[in-house]
């Protein structure tokens, strides 16, 4: 079993379970003690779990890492994603980028895009197209109260993006599963990304493949309202079937070359 599934296996049984023990996974696929606690490291690094002593539970759906701790994590990926999202985007359209590392990588791809007005609750976006951007470029920042991740969110942030009408949103999730849909741990960010998917005409979800599987507390949008998703080629197979009959595109960006798993 390559390392990659093994993980996957993990995680797997311990969304099922609540809970496992490393003498127990290293046992059931027959590799070292050590081998289960790299694995371990590696998805609680991806926040798909949280480690604990012996082994390991499930995250908390409201756990919520800050913008420059996710921002190490996944970067090819992430590049990977922002560029080909970035083909979407035509000179002069009206786009809307909402909070997350994902969408911030974005955001650099868009620099030298001319005539965007760009709508964004993501501190560190503005600060991209701000410090980067063309003259001929408008960037408006919703305003509103600061989160973790760096996002403006709460009643001033909805009630901003509620008067405006958009060509296409660019959405950075926490998590993605079959039932919950497109997900975050914080309640209001949850909020205010509902009215960005309510003011955009259509609606490209990008994450990496370490969101499938991961849930936060308040849903953004099901799982059908994304006319398009685009991923990378280390989604699971199950995943990439699943998500194929309920988005409205699934495009999957391939890694090869981009080094090994993290």
């Known amino acids: 079993m390559l390392a990659q599934q093994r993980q996957a296996a993990i995680l797997d049984r311990v969304r099922t379970t609540g809970g496992v023990r ?15 606690r ?14 604990v002593h012996g082994g390991a539970t499930v995250a908390g759906a409201t ?4 913008f420059q701790a996710k921002s ?3 970067q090819a990926e992430k590049a990977a994603i922002a560029a080909r999202a970035a083909r979407l985007v035509r000179p002069g359209a009206a786009i809307a980028l909402s909070a997350g590392t994902t969408t911030a990588e974005l955001a650099r791809q868009l620099v ?16 991209i197209l701000h410090d980067r951007g063309r003259d001929d470029q408008t960037v408006v920042l919703t305003g509103g109260v600061r989160t973790p991740s760096d996002a403006l969110v709460g009643p001033l942030a909805v009630a901003a993006v509620r008067a405006l009408h958009l060509d296409l949103l660019f959405l950075g999730v926490h998590g993605i599963t079959e039932r919950t849909g497109f997900t975050t741990p914080n309640l209001m960010e949850a909020e205010t990304n509902r009215a960005l998917v309510a003011a955009a005409d259509r609606l490209v979800v990008l994450a990496d493949h370490t969101k ?25 197979p199950q995943a990439r079937r699943l998500l194929t009959e309920r988005v409205g595109e699934l495009v999957v960006v391939s890694m090869a070359g981009q080094g090994t798993p993290r």
């Open 22 to 36: 490393v003498g127990e996974l290293a046992a059931e696929h027959g590799v070292s003690d050590m081998t289960i």
């Open 38 to 51: 790299r694995d371990l490291d590696l998805l609680h690094e991806r926040g798909l779990l949280a480690k």
């Open 63 to 66: 756990d919520e890492p800050g």
């Open 72 to 74: 190490v994590r996944q």
């Open 112 to 127: 030298d895009v001319p005539g965007l007005t760009v709508v964004t609750n993501s501190l560190p976006v503005a600060d």
């Open 212 to 236: 499938w599987g991961t849930v936060g507390i308040s849903a953004i949008a099901p799982l059908t309202d994304a006319h398009l998703l685009v991923t990378d080629d280390r989604l699971p």
